[in-house]
T-cell receptor, first 116, second 113 residues
Framework: AQKITQTQPGMFVQEKEAVTLDCTYDTSDQSYGLFWYKQPSSGEMIFLIYQGSYDEQNATEGRYSLNFQKARKSANLVISASQLGDSAMYFC?????????????FGKGTHLIIQP | DAGVIQSPRHEVTEMGQEVTLRCKPI?????LFWYRQTMMRGLELLIY????????DSGMPEDRFSAKMPNASFSTLKIQPSEPRDSAVYFCASNLADRNTIYFGEGSWLTVV
């Protein structure tokens, strides 16, 4: 079974609209972390936002927020006021062991295209 | 601050040749990861080190792949002999154990012909 599922292979969104990228995860651990990365066409992996399983508040970083619904095992990324530069691949990832003791497991990604 | 530094950025090599990819993690980071990205398989963890010690190499595809971390500031991923199916982007990443961010290098784009 996949540990990270991203159900949207591609999305087209109008500039300035808000975007929600879906991510569901599967784990039996109580302590885990959820990450979102952006990969533009140039190829680098850019860290966007992190949510810990024990964090009660949804994480926010500028225009990015993470809609964390623990019971549903959902960690959707919300981008407010989308910009043309947001066009990229977006990956959801999970780390199941606390303290950096394990690597990240990635989803297949969502290709986001922002249209003017 | 310097990020994770990888070299070479691009390499084209012939099947059967040895390939060595290099990584310098962020100074002070105690975890180092090697990932491979392909269209078919996405991003896969190959191996990771903690304090220069390999912890989990279960993702290394076969014996042709080896990784070393002789000191805290340097790691290599070696493929010998290389095959066309090894063509991929190889990422190195690092983090501190008490920080919840894993930083990636820009990747090494490998093409084996």
């Amino acid at each position: 079974a996949q540990k990270i599922t991203q159900t949207q292979p591609g999305m087209f969104v109008q500039e300035k609209e808000a975007v929600t990228l879906d991510c569901t995860y599967d784990t039996s651990d109580q302590s885990y972390g959820l990450f979102w990365y952006k990969q533009p066409s140039s190829g680098e992996m850019i860290f966007l936002i992190y949510q810990g399983s024990y964090d009660e508040q949804n994480a926010t970083e500028g225009r990015y927020s993470l809609n964390f619904q623990k019971a549903r095992k959902s960690a959707n990324l919300v981008i407010s006021a989308s910009q043309l530069g947001d066009s990229a691949m977006y990956f959801c990832a999970m780390r199941e062991a606390g303290g950096g003791a394990d690597g990240l497991t990635f989803g297949k990604g969502t290709h986001l295209i922002i249209q003017p | 601050d310097a990020g994770v530094i990888q070299s070479p950025r691009h390499e084209v090599t012939e099947m059967g040749q040895e390939v060595t990819l290099r990584c310098k993690p962020i100074s002070g980071h105690d975890y180092l990861f090697w990932y491979r990205q392909t269209m078919m398989r996405g991003l896969e963890l190959l191996i990771y080190f903690n304090n220069n010690v390999p912890i989990d190499d279960s993702g290394m595809p076969e014996d042709r792949f080896s990784a070393k971390m002789p000191n805290a500031s340097f790691s290599t991923l070696k493929i010998q002999p290389s095959e066309p199916r090894d063509s991929a982007v190889y990422f190195c990443a690092s983090n501190l154990a008490d920080r919840n961010t894993i930083y990636f290098g820009e990747g090494s784009w490998l093409t084996v012909v």
